[in-house]
């Protein structure tokens, strides 16, 4: 007997029969679930910029990551005085109330890349320079944001963004993917 005759007989027929109404449940099934994953590539970016933009409103509020942060004794004296408090990210609340979620990248149509943080070109309103006696011009936030995450000459950095980037990063947006995979798994029907 030659290889290929006894290739030939190790094969066997199966006879498939498909019902038309399994059939049809069956592509509806692959259909919905097809459907959410559109949804969740779409929407799970979003989801995660709104949740690390909470996160980050609660990191500032609460000061979790400024332990061991010392001011100026000068600006100290005078941030206590003009706004009555000595909350680290937080003067006029400029930066606190113009965090918020915006899309990234070209062709905003269909877009599903989500940042989370100032817009590009948001200013505070001026007249907020301890060193002019609240005089000045307007600064762009993100300038004075990337001042106190990285720091420059006589500032010492005080990173907000780096520390809860690494702190969502550890399970937060795991869960939202998670959360995401339980929605295409139930569309399976």
């Avoid at 049809?24 to 690390?52: D, M, W």
């Avoid at 979620?101 to 309103?125: L, Q, S």
């Avoid at 995450?149 to 795991?174: C, S």
Wanted: net charge positive; no cysteine.
């Amino acid at each position: 007997m030659s290889v290929r005759q006894n290739i030939q007989t190790g094969f066997m027929s199966i006879k498939i029969v498909l019902v038309a109404s399994d059939l049809q449940r069956l592509y509806g099934a692959i259909k919905r679930v097809n459907n959410n994953a559109i949804l969740e590539a779409r929407n799970n970016p979003y989801r995660n910029a709104v949740a690390f933009k909470n996160l980050l409103l609660l990191n500032i509020n609460s000061q979790k990551h400024m332990k061991g942060w010392t001011y100026d004794k000068r600006y100290k004296k005078w941030k206590q005085k003009t706004v009555g408090h000595l909350n680290f990210w937080k003067l006029y609340g400029h930066l606190v109330k113009n965090l918020t979620v915006f899309p990234v990248g070209a062709g905003f149509g269909r877009m599903n890349r989500w940042m989370a943080g100032i817009t590009p070109g948001v200013t505070d309103k001026g007249n907020t320079s301890w060193l002019e006696g609240n005089k000045g011009r307007p600064v762009l936030i993100s300038v004075y944001s990337r001042w106190l995450e990285f720091g420059r000459t006589r500032q010492p950095p005080k990173p907000i963004f780096t520390p809860t980037t690494k702190e969502y990063a550890g399970r937060r947006w795991l869960r939202i993917g998670k959360n995401s995979i339980v929605t295409i798994r139930r569309a399976w029907r």
